[in-house]
């Protein structure tokens, strides 16, 4: 299956607890760090939730 690279390009202080949960498993900790997922819609899906906290990496 195709994956998805995800990147944290802000900080996650002040954000909901639902979106730092998000984050979390996603597997993203910090800022700039660059994780692989599978690309599927429960991934997309919390990418749409935390879009102002990520990018994805082409």
Known sequence: ???IKIKQIKS???API???RTLTTL???KISQVVEL???PSVR???RKVHHLVTVVE
């Open 45 to 47: 899906g919390m990418i």
């Open 1 to 3: 299956m195709a994956t």
């Open 27 to 29: 597997g993203l900790r």
């Open 38 to 40: 599978e690309d599927n």
């Open 18 to 20: 639902d979106q730092k």
């Open 12 to 14: 996650k202080i002040g």
